[in-house]
């Protein structure tokens, strides 16, 4: 069975640092692409960051040179590094695997998010 | 960006309705767009992906069509289950936006 089990958030003050961490069974992470997705509270969704199995990263405007799409092969495990944390990076984050290994087919695998607040 | 416009936002339907969900792109995006259903607490679920390809688990009273910049999305004989809120994504290029969403309550 996929399961994808985020861990890592809580909170943390403006221009702090937090990395989530999201670990996957049931298939193989670095033979997927894998994505990030968040949402602040009582808004819609906004995509934050891809990489795929081949290593390829990229992000949204508004995270570019503040986070880093990772992932550990021998644990499974996708990670989202984020430094200079703003109050508007408050949201709940979701990782989630794109279906077919492929950027194009959507995301068929979400974990149940781990929320981050940024306030002082 | 490409910026996905979804209409309406909000919609008060019956069970047994038949309920329609537009997404406009700002631009084409040839089949990739992908629809999402999202309870209150909950993970988005994927419904149908490549426009109109459902998910495998998903019922067949959910389809999607369209191609270009036009979508729809359509519940037939909404079941009590369906009242939730939808989300579309273009997935043809980076960044993979999502529209504002429509809610679906029971009228």
């Known amino acids: 069975e996929v399961q994808l089990v985020e861990s890592g958030g809580g909170l943390v003050q403006p221009g702090g640092s937090l990395v989530l961490s999201c670990a996957a069974s049931?298939?193989?992470?670095?033979?997927?692409?894998m994505s990030w997705v968040r949402q602040a509270p009582g808004k819609g969704l906004q995509w934050v960051s891809i990489?795929?199995?081949?290593?390829?990263?990229d992000y949204a405007d508004s995270v570019k040179g503040r986070f880093t799409i990772s992932r550990h092969n021998s644990k499974n495990t996708l990670y989202l590094h984020m430094d200079d944390l703003r109050p508007e990076d408050t949201a709940v984050y979701y990782c989630?695997?794109?279906?077919?290994?492929?950027?194009?087919?959507?995301?068929?695998?979400w974990g149940k998010g781990s929320l981050v607040t940024v306030s002082s | 960006d490409i910026q996905m416009t979804q209409s309406p936002s909000f919609v008060s339907a019956s069970v047994g309705d038949r309920v329609t969900i537009t997404c406009r792109a700002s631009?084409?995006?040839?089949?990739?767009l992908a629809w999402y259903q999202q309870k209150p607490g909950n993970a988005p679920k994927l419904l149908i992906y490549?426009?109109?390809s459902l998910q495998s688990g998903v019922p067949s009273r959910f389809s999607g069509s369209g191609s270009g910049t036009d979508f729809t999305l359509t519940i037939s004989n909404l079941q009590p289950e369906d009242f939730a809120t939808y989300y579309c994504?273009?997935?043809?290029?980076?960044?993979?936006?999502f529209g504002g969403g429509t809610r679906v309550e029971l009228k």
């Open positions: 631009q084409g995006i040839r089949s990739w």
């Open positions: 049931g298939f193989t992470v670095n033979s997927n692409y």
């Open positions: 990489i795929y199995s081949g290593g390829y990263t």
């Open positions: 994504q273009q997935a043809n290029s980076f960044p993979h936006t």
């Open positions: 490549a426009a109109s």
């Open positions: 989630a695997r794109n279906l077919g290994s492929n950027t194009y087919s959507g995301l068929d695998y």
